[in-house]
Structure formats: structure tokens, C-alpha cells
């Protein structure tokens, strides 16, 4: 065998060596005190405590504290020893966090990355209601801001977390306050993401009711007060986000889309492309979307994906919406920006499954 051939395989060797250790690594991270909290370690953690006691607070690659991390995968052992042995309870995330945040399913909550989170900030947001009375026993601020500007109770109210919010709420969270970005309420956290539970909750003590809100709601005497004194807000200023028209589509209010069709809402604002009928027919409201039909709403018009309200129906295997867009002359033969056309995306999901 020549030197260059056994060259080439010393280096290849070599890689190969490399990359299996790295492997290895990021399957199995080396011990620290971090991966005794994932380990929910009680034992681990008090080893690390009597070699350091600084390590109680202290920060790993994504900027996250042991308690951070405890609240994040839900460690109760490792949470209650943390807090017992003086856990800084105050200590937001870095300004870089990727934060995986376990559901109780066990899958993650996401995993884009968030900055100045709190050790409460985590419980609200994954409804850890015992951990949460315990940081604030602990002195944890209920009206502490992420780095959107977010508070414990708008987190809480965003994800629907009826008990968490009484909680907060009995410790004096402001029910009004706004985030820096997006300048949506609690209330409006709740009713947008179709949590109509938090949303009445919020109304009954004391949330001002906006008239977004109370279309997302299905709060018909509320939505017809405001625009009897307001008409022009009827179509905001012109965008979904502004819409009652969107959000009552959204959530399949069909009594309020019928109240608002009467008062000639614009049926073609968008967010991101995405008309109230193409919501309606994502979410599978039938009646909201024979609503929109019957005030000549585009039953082509697509999104920036070139989805039709057609192809979110059969994407989102909603096949009485599809028999109803197809009644109504929807266009089977439409494709969106990939040119995949609505028999495309059924075949697709039958593959998947």
C-alpha cells in the first residue's frame, strides 16, 4: 500500500473519529449542573452546590440558570432544591435564550429564541400553577417584561391558562397592560388564539372590552354598541389585524360575521395573505364560511403561500368545507406556488399518515 493511500485513510479515520465525538457530545452532554437539573438529580445538584454554591445561578450556553432550565423541562425535585438552596428567582434569561419549552405532552412548546425570561415568565407560559405560587412567594414580580414586553399574565393568557390567570390576577397582575411589540392586551392574547374561557374570565374582572375582542368573543351586543357609536370601525384601518370582521371568522363567531356581513365589512383583508375565508375554512366553520360566500367573498383569492381557501381546507383535512367550496365553484384545478393543487396536498396527507 502507498503513503498516499495510507494518508488518505489515516485522515479519514481521523474524521470519522471526530465527528463520532462530536456526536457523542451533543447526545450526551459532559456532567455539569445543568445536566443534573435535566436529570431532575437532587443528589447531582448537591454535589455541584458544595463544590460551587455560585453554580446555583449560573448561566449555560443559552443563557439560562438551573432554575430557568428546572421550570423549562418541568423538574420538580430539581425545583424545589434549587428554591431551597437560594435560587435567584429574579434572574431574567440572556439576551441570546433558545429555549425549548417541554409541554406536558412532552413536546416543545418552540424554539425560536426568546430573551429576558424569568424563572415566572416560564412557569406562566407552560402552566407550572405550583410552580408558579412558589416563585412568587419567593418575591418573583408578576409584572416583570420579557424582552417583547411581555408579562406573565399576557403569556398566560396567549396560551389559555384559565387557572394560572386567576392566579396572577389574585397576586395583582395588571389586566390591561400592553406589550411593547404588537400593543395587544391580555384580553386580546386570549380571544385571538380562540381562548374564549380566559377571554370571559378577563371581562369578569375587569379587562376593558375592546370591539376585537368582543367580536373574537361572540359578544353581539357589545360589537353592535360599539359600531352603532363608532361605524367607521367596522373596518379598522383597513388590515386583518384590525378587522372584528377577521377575528370573528377566526374563531367562528358565526353570529357576529352575520351582524358585521349586514354592515358591509371588507371580506378581503389579510394577514399575511389570509382572508377571513380562508380562516374559516382552515378552522372548519361551515356556516361562517357559507357567510362569506353569500357576501361574494373571493373564493380564489390566495395567500402568500398560493393557497386557496380550497387547498387550507384540504390541508387541514377539513372535507365538508372542501364539499362547500366546490358547491360554490371553487377552482380544483388551482395551484399554488410550488404548483401543487388541492388533489396534491390530499395525496400528500394520506402518504403521511
Known amino acids: 500500500m502507498t503513503l498516499s493511500k495510507l494518508s488518505t485513510q489515516s485522515l479519514i479515520l481521523s474524521l470519522s473519529l471526530v465527528l463520532a465525538a462530536s456526536q457523542t457530545r451533543a447526545e450526551d452532554p459532559p456532567p455539569s449542573i445543568h445536566r443534573a437539573v435535566r436529570d431532575d438529580n437532587t443528589l447531582a445538584l448537591r454535589q455541584w452546590l458544595a463544590k460551587d454554591i455560585a453554580l446555583i445561578n449560573a448561566r449555560d450556553a443559552d443563557g439560562m440558570t438551573p432554575l430557568h432550565l428546572a421550570v423549562a423541562k418541568n423538574k420538580k425535585?430539581?425545583?424545589?432544591?434549587?428554591?431551597?438552596?437560594?435560587?435567584?428567582?429574579?434572574?431574567?434569561?440572556?439576551?441570546?435564550?433558545?429555549?425549548?419549552?417541554?409541554?406536558?405532552?412532552?413536546?416543545?412548546?418552540?424554539?425560536?429564541?426568546?430573551?429576558?425570561?424569568?424563572?415566572?415568565?416560564?412557569?406562566?407560559f407552560a402552566n407550572r400553577l405550583e410552580m408558579s405560587r412558589v416563585l412568587i412567594s419567593k418575591g418573583a414580580r408578576v409584572g416583570i417584561r420579557n424582552d417583547f414586553g411581555e408579562t406573565p399574565l399576557y403569556l398566560a393568557s396567549k396560551e389559555g391558562h384559565v387557572g394560572m390567570i386567576r392566579l396572577l390576577l389574585s397576586h395583582s397582575a395588571d389586566i390591561n397592560e400592553t406589550p411593547k411589540k404588537g400593543g395587544f392586551t391580555p384580553l386580546m392574547a386570549a380571544a385571538f388564539n380562540g381562548h374564549n374561557e380566559a377571554g370571559q374570565m378577563l371581562v369578569a374582572n375587569g379587562a376593558t372590552l375592546d370591539v376585537l375582542s368582543a367580536a373574537a368573543l361572540g359578544f353581539a351586543p357589545d360589537v353592535d354598541t360599539a359600531i352603532s357609536k363608532n361605524p367607521a370601525i367596522i373596518n379598522g384601518d383597513g388590515t386583518a389585524a384590525k378587522s372584528p370582521l377577521y377575528w370573528a371568522a377566526a374563531n367562528g363567531q358565526f353570529r357576529i360575521v352575520q351582524i358585521l356581513l349586514v354592515k358591509d365589512a371588507n371580506t378581503e383583508v389579510k394577514d399575511e395573505g389570509i382572508a377571513p375565508l380562508m380562516m374559516a375554512s382552515i378552522i372548519g366553520h361551515n356556516g361562517v364560511v357559507r357567510a362569506l360566500l353569500d357576501k361574494k367573498a373571493n373564493i380564489d383569492e390566495w395567500d402568500r403561500h398560493g393557497w386557496t381557501a380550497l387547498h387550507h381546507a384540504a390541508i387541514n383535512n377539513q372535507p365538508r368545507i372542501a364539499r362547500t367550496l366546490l358547491a360554490r365553484k371553487a377552482n380544483a384545478a388551482a395551484k399554488d406556488l410550488r404548483g401543487r393543487t388541492t388533489v396534491d396536498w390530499r395525496k400528500k396527507r394520506a402518504t403521511s399518515m
Open 77 to 124: 425535585r430539581a425545583f424545589e432544591f434549587l428554591i431551597a438552596s437560594g435560587a435567584n428567582v429574579h434572574l431574567a434569561t440572556g439576551l441570546t435564550s433558545s429555549m425549548k419549552i417541554d409541554r406536558e405532552d412532552g413536546a416543545f412548546a418552540f424554539r425560536e429564541p426568546r430573551a429576558q425570561w424569568t424563572a415566572l415568565h416560564l412557569a406562566a
